[in-house]
C-alpha cells in the first residue's frame, strides 16, 4: 500500500512540473493543496487521468481530491519525495509565498471566506474528534445508561469539552499565524477573550463578559495583535526587538481588545446568529430547502469551511447548532444521486467509481461522489442539490441542531441533540429518497457517461 501511495505520489508530482515547482504544499481531509511557482507547466488535465486522483479544483491553490485517509499517505510521500529531490527548502518557500493569493476569477467574499477557512481547517480533526465524545456522552447520559453524576460522565464530559474551553486560543494562534503574526501572540489574543479574569474589569459602568465576542472577537483581535507587531517590528532595534515588539503588541491589544473587540465581536456574533434564526423561523422549510440546496457549490470550491464560526457561535450563543444538519443534506443529495446512477448505468467504470465512493459519502465526506461522479456528469449534480433541499426543509421543519460540530452523514447523529436523532436519520433517509428520484427519473442518461467508457 506505502508503494501505491508513492507511485501515485510520483505521478502527480511529475504532472506538476516537479519538485522544483511546488512553492508550497498542505492537505484537507481530502485535498492535496499545492501552490506551484510557474502554473503554466502544469498539465492539470494529465492530473485528473490519473488513476487514483478523483478530481481537480483551481482555486488560490491547486486542489487535487484524493479522499478521506488516502490524502494522508498520499501527501507524506509527496512530502518526502520533495524533501530527496534536493530542492530549496520547502518551508523557506512557503514563508516566501505565504499571504500571496492567486485573485483570478475571486470575488472580496471568496477570498475573505478562503481566509476564514484557513483558520478552521486545521482544527477539524480536534473538532470531529471532541464533537463526537460529547454527543455521544451526551446521548448515553440523557438515555439513562450513564448516571450523569459518575466519575466515568464527568471523564468523558472533560475530554470531550476541553477543546470548546479553550478553542479561541487555538483559533487565536491559525488567525495570527495567516496574517503574518507569531502565533504565541495569537494565542494571548485569544486568551484575552475567554480569560475568566476579565470580569473584574468594569469599563463604562459594565463588568466585561468573559467569552464575549466570541470566536469572531477572537479573530478580531489576533489579526490585529498580528498587524501591531509587523508595524512595531519596523520601528525597534533588532537587538531589542525580542523584548520590546511583543510587549508593545500585547499591551495595545489587550486594551483595544476589552475597548472595542469585545463588544464590536459581541455585536457581529449577535447579528449573524439572531438573523440566520430568524430566516430559519420564518422562512421555515423553504429556508431550508435553499439552505440544504445551495451548499454543494460552497462545497466544491471549498469554502464550506469558512462556515465553521458560524457554527461555533451558534452552539456559544443559543447552546446548539440548527444550519449543520440542514447542510448536512447536500451530501446526503449526492448519496441518493449516486445510487441512481448506479442502478442505471451499465458502465463498469461508473460502478467503480461509485462503489468506490459511496461509503465516505455515507460517511460525512462527499467530495469522492462529487468530483468523481456529479460534477462530471453535470446533471446529476444539480439533481443532488434538489434532493438535498428536500432534506434541508424537513431538518428546518423540526428544528433539528446539533450539540457540537462534526462530519455529517450518518456520523452526524452522534452530535445531535438526543430526542432528535430519530428525525435527524428520517431526514438523512428522505434527502437520499429525493436525490435519487429525481436523478434517476430527470438527471442521469447512460450517453452522458462518455468519459466513463
Not at 476564514?116 to 446521548?139: C, E, N, Q, R
Not at 466515568?152 to 479561541?168: K, M, N, P, Q, S
Not at 487565536?172 to 494565542?187: D, H, Q, V
Not at 473584574?200 to 489579526?223: K, S, W
Request: aromatic share 8%.
Amino acid at each position: 500500500m506505502a508503494g501505491e501511495n508513492k507511485i501515485l505520489a510520483e505521478k502527480i508530482l511529475n504532472q506538476l512540473g516537479g519538485a522544483g515547482n511546488i512553492a508550497s504544499y498542505t492537505h484537507c481531509m481530502t485535498r492535496l493543496r499545492v501552490t506551484p511557482h510557474d502554473e503554466s507547466i502544469v498539465k492539470k488535465d494529465e492530473i485528473k487521468k490519473i488513476d487514483g486522483v478523483i478530481g481537480v479544483v483551481e482555486e488560490e491553490t491547486l486542489q487535487i481530491i484524493l479522499g478521506p485517509g488516502k490524502v494522508n499517505k498520499v501527501t507524506e510521500e509527496f512530502g518526502r519525495l520533495i524533501e530527496s529531490s534536493g530542492e530549496i527548502n520547502l518551508k523557506d518557500r512557503a514563508s516566501a509565498v505565504k499571504g500571496e493569493i492567486n485573485k483570478k476569477n475571486a470575488t472580496p467574499f471568496k477570498l475573505f471566506l478562503r481566509k476564514i477557512a484557513s483558520i478552521f481547517i486545521p482544527l477539524i480533526p480536534a473538532l470531529v474528534a471532541s464533537g463526537l465524545i460529547t454527543g455521544i456522552s451526551k446521548a448515553v447520559i440523557q438515555a439513562g445508561w450513564l448516571a450523569a453524576e459518575s466519575q466515568l460522565a464527568t471523564i468523558l464530559t472533560v475530554i470531550g469539552g476541553g477543546l470548546f474551553a479553550y478553542l479561541g486560543i487555538l483559533v487565536g494562534i491559525n488567525a495570527a499565524k495567516e496574517f503574518g503574526g507569531s502565533p504565541a501572540l495569537g494565542g494571548l489574543a485569544g486568551i484575552l477573550i475567554i480569560n475568566p479574569a476579565a470580569a473584574t474589569i468594569t469599563l463604562f459602568g459594565e463588568e466585561l463578559v468573559p467569552g464575549r465576542g466570541g470566536l469572531i472577537g477572537v479573530m478580531l483581535a489576533a489579526i490585529f495583535i498580528a498587524i501591531v507587531e509587523q508595524r512595531v517590528r519596523k520601528f525597534v532595534p533588532q537587538s531589542l526587538d525580542i523584548i520590546v515588539t511583543p510587549t508593545i503588541a500585547l499591551l495595545i491589544t489587550g486594551i483595544v481588545t476589552y475597548i472595542v473587540f469585545m463588544p464590536v465581536g459581541g455585536f457581529i456574533s449577535d447579528v449573524i446568529t439572531k438573523g440566520l434564526l430568524t430566516v430559519l423561523d420564518m422562512g421555515g422549510i423553504v429556508a431550508g430547502f435553499v439552505l440544504g440546496s445551495t451548499f454543494l457549490p460552497l462545497v466544491v470550491t471549498g469554502l464550506h469551511q469558512g462556515l465553521t464560526p458560524v457554527h461555533l457561535e451558534l452552539i456559544n450563543t443559543i447552546g446548539d447548532d440548527p444550519l449543520l444538519p440542514i447542510l448536512a443534506m447536500g451530501g446526503a443529495g449526492q448519496v441518493g444521486a449516486a445510487f441512481a446512477i448506479y442502478f442505471k448505468t451499465k458502465k463498469p467504470r461508473l460502478k467503480r467509481a461509485i462503489g468506490g465512493g459511496l461509503p465516505s459519502g455515507m460517511l460525512g465526506i462527499g467530495e469522492p461522489l462529487i468530483f468523481g461522479v456529479t460534477l462530471p456528469l453535470g446533471r446529476p449534480f444539480i439533481t443532488a442539490c434538489l434532493g438535498a433541499g428536500v432534506g434541508g426543509a424537513f431538518q428546518a421543519y423540526y428544528d433539528i441542531a446539533t450539540v457540537a460540530v462534526g462530519v455529517s452523514g450518518l456520523p452526524l447523529a452522534f452530535i445531535v441533540n438526543h430526542g432528535e436523532i430519530l428525525l435527524y436519520l428520517v431526514g438523512l433517509f428522505i434527502a437520499y429518497v429525493a436525490g435519487f428520484i429525481f436523478t434517476y427519473l430527470f438527471g442521469f442518461k447512460d450517453e452522458m457517461a462518455g468519459e466513463f467508457d
